[in-house]
């Protein structure tokens, strides 16, 4: 299983252990696309999101989620490497009834198989209600040997999750560095375009994206966005290409655009239980303990089933259902009908 780093912690970049990445950055977009916008707008996007990493420092979820919808997380990087925030951004997101995706770091050239392991054995402790993704910015093998890399990994990870992955990547580095294939029609794109005009650049190979990263570097919105201290200033912004009920019903989830006021579901008198609750999220996990904790979880209840809860429990201001004699679901990704 991916581990954090024994010699730096996962805090120092090109660590001679773990070679941990830099904080992305990426070349701004051009003086004719400012001028542009700055006459003619850009349109609004209805689902937005943010993705986090170590770099983002302490955040506060609670204050994110006003701000985006949803949020993709750092699991790890390389071959084997834990991003060290990962468990508390995780936690906090259960917490907040807030859907993540989450991704890893891709060091293409390195074990691909060992890569992938650990990234699906983090997956199955931080199970996403978004999207699995590979993040691709670096290489140290040729475009040829690059290409079969990712195809593999896509392939690996699909077979242990059962879950088709998303690639993130950006034209700067794709073109390039991969050699052009056709494999890619058809699969999912994450694209890194930091522009404020109406679409992104796109990568070759790809025509159509899934999710957007349309600002990071210089952006100076952290604290905006929840990041409470040691973070960095920026913070990377992402857009859904779609509507809140597409999204909804692509994953399973139950958004609603930012600044409506939350739908308030039907009292159910003190003491009294409903005889069923319905699963409101894509994968709910299934814990042996009322706790939001990456070890406890015995399985998943899917969306759209029906569950029959014995006792209404709380802890630490979470409501828990008792489904079984050592088995508890959030009451929070429920609904009654």
Same mark, same amino acid.
């Given at each position: 299983m991916a581990k954090v780093c024994p010699t730096c912690g996962g805090n120092t970049v090109n660590c001679p252990t773990c070679g941990l990445p830099p904080k992305r950055k990426s070349p701004k977009q051009g003086? /004719?696309?400012?001028?542009?916008?700055?006459? /003619?707008?850009?349109?609004?996007?209805?689902?937005?999101?943010? *993705?986090?990493?170590?770099?983002?420092?302490?955040?506060?979820?609670?204050?994110?989620?006003?701000?985006?919808?949803?949020?993709?997380?750092?699991?790890?990087?390389?071959?084997?490497?834990?991003?060290?925030?990962?468990?508390?951004?995780?936690?906090?997101?259960?917490?907040? *009834?807030?859907?993540?995706?989450?991704?890893?770091?891709?060091?293409?050239?390195? *074990?691909?198989?060992? #890569?992938?392991?650990? /990234?699906?054995?983090?997956?199955?402790?931080?199970?996403?209600?978004?999207?699995?993704?590979?993040? /691709?910015? #670096?290489? #140290?093998?040729?475009?040829?040997?690059?290409?079969?890399?990712?195809?593999?990994?896509?392939?690996?990870?699909?077979?242990?999750?059962?879950?088709?992955?998303?690639?993130?990547?950006?034209?700067?580095?794709?073109?390039?560095?991969v050699a052009r294939s056709s494999y890619w029609s058809g699969k999912e794109l994450w694209v890194a375009n930091w522009t404020t005009g109406s679409s992104p650049y796109m990568p070759m190979d790809w025509y159509a994206w899934t999710h957007w990263q349309y600002s990071a570097d210089g952006n100076k919105k952290a604290a905006e966005y929840g990041m409470i201290s040691g973070g960095d200033v920026d913070m990377d912004l992402d857009r859904f290409n779609g509507t809140c009920a597409q999204f909804n019903a692509k994953y399973g989830t139950h958004i609603i655009p930012l600044g409506e006021p939350p739908v308030i579901p039907p009292v159910i008198p003190p003491g009294t239980l409903p005889e069923y609750v319905i699963i409101n999220t894509g994968e709910l996990a299934i814990r042996n303990s009322p706790d939001v904790i990456s070890t406890n979880t015995i399985g998943h209840a899917l969306y759209n089933t029906k569950w029959y809860p014995l006792e209404l429990v709380t802890k630490n201001g979470i409501p828990w259902y008792r489904i079984g004699t050592n088995a508890y679901i959030s009451k929070n990704y429920t609904r009654l009908s």
């Open positions: 003086v /004719f696309s400012r001028v542009y916008n700055a006459l /003619f707008g850009v349109p609004s996007w209805e689902v937005l999101g943010v *993705d986090l990493s170590k770099w983002n420092g302490t955040m506060n979820i609670a204050t994110t989620k006003t701000k985006a919808q949803y949020g993709i997380i750092r699991l790890g990087y390389g071959t084997q490497w834990k991003d060290p925030a990962c468990d508390n951004y995780y936690q906090q997101a259960q917490a907040n *009834d807030w859907p993540v995706g989450v991704y890893w770091y891709c060091n293409v050239g390195q *074990d691909v198989n060992l #890569s992938m392991r650990s /990234f699906a054995e983090e997956i199955n402790t931080h199970r996403p209600q978004v999207d699995i993704v590979l993040d /691709f910015e #670096s290489t #140290s093998v040729d475009q040829g040997a690059t290409l079969k890399w990712l195809q593999d990994a896509y392939t690996i990870l699909l077979g242990l999750t059962n879950k088709k992955p998303v690639i993130y990547t950006a034209a700067w580095c794709w073109n390039p560095w």
